[in-house]
Every structure is written in structure tokens, then in C-alpha cells.
């Protein structure tokens, strides 16, 4: 559980750093260099979806912590979150691509539902990222007995 806990928190944290790197470097050099932005908008369909992706693995994580929480008898509460934090930040997070979506394809207007909406989802994903940790580390330690162990024969 710690082992999932933990690379799904890696995971998640390169997948945002991932995605936005476009941006901290359209930061970094300056909105008046040409060359850099050129070279952003082909970084941009690169690390998006790539960082999407690790953020996926990230929620699919979530999940199967937290249902092995609930399965393995540790609190009910934190496994109940973790799942739910889980599941609303993949719906939020469709939503979420789809709103941008919309506004790439029409023309871009400035919405204060598209903010509250990354909001809504990071809050999600750290509610599901603090939740895995607490059943990680409140979960009891399995004991596994072999009755036929090679250190016994």
C-alpha cells in the first residue's frame, strides 16, 4: 500500500510538471521570442498528453489502493475518500478537458467556470492523494505464515 501510495504521488506530481512545462518555459524565455514559442506549441502536443497520462495512472492508482483498503479491513472512512476523490477527479478531469476542448474550438473566451473547475479537480486529486496516505500508513501489517517455508525444511 505504501509502495502504491507513494508512486502514485510521483506520478501525479511529474504528470502536472509534465503538462505545464510549455508554460514555464513560454515563462521563462518571454512572450516576444518567436523561436521559443514556435518550438512551445510542438512541446505542447508532446507533454500534454503525456502528462495526462501520468496523471491517469496516477487516479487508476487511487482506486485500486483504495479498494484494497476497504477489501483488507482498514478504515472504511479513508478508503471511501480515496475512492471518491478518485472517481471526481477523473469526472472532473473529463469535464475539465472537454471545456478546453470547447474553447480551442470556438472562439476563447474567458470563463470563470473553467478556473473553478482545475480547482475543483486539484482539490479531487489532493483529497484522494492525502487519503491513500492515511490508509497506507493506518493499515495493518500482513502476516503471511507458510506452513511448508524453506527455512523450516
Not at 502514485?8 to 510538471?17: D, E, M, Q, V
Request: proline share 3%.
Amino acid at each position: 500500500m505504501k509502495l502504491l501510495a507513494w508512486f502514485s504521488l510521483s506520478s501525479a506530481a511529474l504528470g502536472i510538471l509534465i503538462a505545464i512545462s510549455p508554460y514555464l518555459i513560454l515563462l521563462a524565455s518571454g512572450e516576444d521570442s518567436g523561436g521559443f514559442a514556435s518550438a512551445g506549441w510542438v512541446l505542447f502536443f508532446v507533454t500534454v498528453p503525456v502528462g495526462l497520462l501520468l496523471m491517469t495512472t496516477a487516479v487508476i492508482l487511487i482506486l485500486i489502493a483504495g479498494i484494497r483498503g476497504l477489501a483488507n479491513g482498514s478504515s472504511r472512512l479513508f478508503g471511501i475518500l480515496a475512492i471518491t476523490g478518485a472517481g471526481g477527479t477523473l469526472a472532473s478531469a473529463v469535464g475539465l478537458v472537454l471545456l478546453i476542448t470547447n474553447n480551442l474550438m470556438v472562439d476563447y473566451t474567458e470563463t470563470t467556470s473553467l478556473i473553478s473547475l482545475t480547482l475543483f479537480t486539484g482539490a479531487l486529486l489532493i483529497l484522494g492523494l492525502v487519503a491513500i496516505f492515511m490508509l497506507a500508513f493506518s493499515s495493518p501489517t500482513r502476516s503471511v505464515e507458510v506452513e511448508n517455508s524453506p527455512a523450516e525444511v
